[in-house]
């Protein structure tokens, strides 16, 4: 099983990277838990960078979100 998230900016729209994929899919974890971890550590950062909300997948298959990336206020 791959563990993987989709990046949806403000408009709500799948990011792209710079190769056409799904921003976000070409980082996979072996776990729910590894990727849950990882979003904890690097939310702030993707936020910044314009990403509004994630989407987790287990193998393709969408599991939760989208989820808020937006600081609360």
Do not use: C, N
């Not at 702030?44 to 509004?52: A, K």
């Amino acid at each position: 099983m791959a563990w993987s998230w989709r990046f949806i900016d403000a408009g709500g729209e799948l990011m792209k990277d710079e190769d056409g994929a799904d921003a976000g899919s070409t980082v996979e974890f072996p776990t729910q838990s590894d990727a849950e971890s990882w979003i904890g550590e690097h939310w702030r950062q993707l936020s910044e960078s314009g990403v509004h909300s994630v989407t987790l997948y287990e193998d393709g298959r969408e599991v939760y979100g989208p989820m808020s990336l937006e600081p609360p206020e």
